[in-house]
């Protein structure tokens, strides 16, 4: 009896502890809070666009500038809440768990969406990690050039290339990317949050100093922006003006991973209704931002207003504050890398694992004893294919470095069906809202008035990537 006894309570404490470190789906336990969430939402929606939003409020104006961004940050905020409740189906607190935006769609919608909504995903995470090897490297040539002005004089020619830089920022990524969980991440996305805070405020500081200082001599803003017949043409103006419109709206999107970052979060309190605050944190905070960096560098450099003001040098002194925003602006942006492309590398090795499942080469887990860091787990196939991944967006970004059109272009495929189109569908399909009743009718509207303008967007989008490839000279030294 005793015996017995003693046994079962082993089994109870074993059971116990068990439960400790795994989910209720049988995964590792996830240790995500509201703080890291939100960090992950800061990380991923705050590029270093935030410093082009100058640019683009130039091109729209006083009115249409400013109520375009809040106009974007209310849809992004909104359509986020209704895919946060999709995590779970069918209750959003007790149900099966959805990993990734492909398994909402499919636990929700299912058909060819689930292929329609793959597509748009991986395409659009592609082609952002492709846009911030891009970025990242022209910021650091941006701190090369910023110390060669302040030594040399603002006139000197102070060329450089950014292909080293491209180098060096994926081979950052290789080491990276080879952490192989995304729940591992956390302590990066506050970091690279950190850094576009650094960064944006910088630039906010610059803009008021040079505001109140009245640097600006002859600075012209308008209520409409840029003028036609003094600043650009009218056939100018119409396309600028779309592609102001498809910067303002891409840069709100992260719904590309919110079904991944909600996937990092306990189970308690319920990850919909953390999911929904971190949300709401995540886009406030970066419509602040939005609209500070906007308003004030509009104010700062009027209708003349650089597609960048911390690399595009609309300010050159003081130089080592140029430095330092620029290197966090290439530091955030590696820990954006990650955020983006951690849900199509893990998608991925999920799809080789069902299909090989006897692979050695692609499901055994090696054990390494690593100094200072303890026992680390070396998947060949993950090793090969995270790295394969990371030298070939360098290489597209190397041959392409005009691909900021292009990611204007994706942009526009992506924003429409997973911001906007998705979130919407899932929620009258589980809401089971009636065919047109008031709330069917007023979704419906958002939705297709959200289409136009990506639509529009992609039109300014192309017009773009057209005057690129006239004035494309590969391998040029910049």
Known sequence: MDAHFHTSALEVANHEGFHKNIDDDGREKRTGTLVTASAHIITAVIGSGVLSLAWAIAQLGWVAGPAALMAFSFIT??????????????????????????????????GTKVNLC?????????????????????????????????????????KSSNYPYMIIFGAIQIILSQIPNFHNLSWLSILAAVMSFAYSSIGLGLSLAKVIGGGGGDVRTSLTGVEV??????????????QAIGDIAFAYAFSTVLVEIQDTLKSYPPENKVMKKASLVGVSTTTVFYVLCGCLGY????????????TGFGFYEPFWLIDFANVCIAIHLIGAYQ??????????EMKCRQQWPDSKFITAEHILNVPFYGEYYVNMFRLVW??????????????????????????????????????????????????????????????????IISLVAAIGSVQGLLMDVKKYKPFKMD
Request: net charge positive.
């Open 77 to 110: 905020y909104f359509t986020s809440t209704l895919l946060a409740d999709a995590y779970r189906s069918p209750d959003p607190i007790s149900g099966k768990r959805n990993y990734t935006y492909m398994d909402v769609v499919r636990a929700n919608l299912g």
């Open 118 to 158: 793959g597509i748009a995903q991986y395409v659009n995470l592609v082609g952002v990690t492709i846009g911030y090897t891009i970025t990242a490297s022209i910021s650091m040539v941006a701190v090369n050039k910023s110390n060669c002005f302040h030594s040399e004089g603002h006139a000197a020619s102070c």
């Open 229 to 242: 017949g003094v600043d650009v043409s009218g056939e100018e103006k119409v396309w600028r003006s779309f």
């Open 299 to 310: 104010a700062a450099f009027g209708n003349d207003a650089p597609g960048n003001f911390l």
């Open 339 to 348: 955020v983006f492309c951690q849900p199509l590398l893990a998608f991925i």
């Open 386 to 451: 995270r790295t394969a991944y990371v030298i070939m967006t360098a290489v597209i970004a190397m041959i392409f470095p005009f691909f900021n059109s292009f990611l204007g272009l994706i942009g526009a495929g992506s924003f429409y069906p997973l911001t906007v189109y998705f979130p919407i569908e899932i929620y009258i399909a589980r809401a089971k809202i009636q065919r047109f009743s008031f709330t069917w009718v007023w979704l419906k509207i958002l939705s297709w008035v959200c289409l």
